[in-house]
């Protein structure tokens, strides 16, 4: 079973919104906190955003506050990313995993790209 599956990435204009899903497998999720990873071209993964275990403690990156909002809902197994106001350096594959980063098998991402 993939714990981790990602998606909802796409193409978009600058100013543009995405919503992104990270469906995980039940033993992976409910107990952990959780974060959104991006790794734009040539670059290393860094973070985007985390979500303690029920929803009630959230952080971002400086370069994404007031734009993106995490969630999540443990019913479903899912974590969800909206992305607002999105950028050109914004692009990249976003991954999910818990955070820190302890499932060995990355998903394979999904893909966000923002035409200027």
């Known amino acids: 079973q993939v714990p981790l599956i990602e998606s909802g990435g796409g193409l978009v204009q600058a100013g543009g919104s995405l919503r992104l899903s990270c469906l995980a497998s039940?033993?992976?999720?409910?107990?952990?906190?959780m974060g959104w990873f991006r790794r734009a071209p040539g670059k290393e993964r860094l973070f985007v955003a985390s979500i303690n275990y029920d929803g009630t403690s959230v952080t971002y990156a400086d370069s994404v506050k007031s734009r993106f909002t995490i969630s999540r809902d443990n019913a479903k197994n899912t974590m969800y990313l909206q992305m607002n106001n999105l950028k050109p350096e914004d692009m990249g594959i976003y991954y999910c995993?818990?955070?820190?980063?302890?499932?060995?098998?990355w998903g394979q991402g999904t893909q966000v790209t923002v035409s200027s």
């Open positions: 039940p033993v992976a999720f409910s107990a952990y906190t």
């Open positions: 995993n818990t955070y820190p980063p302890t499932i060995d098998k």
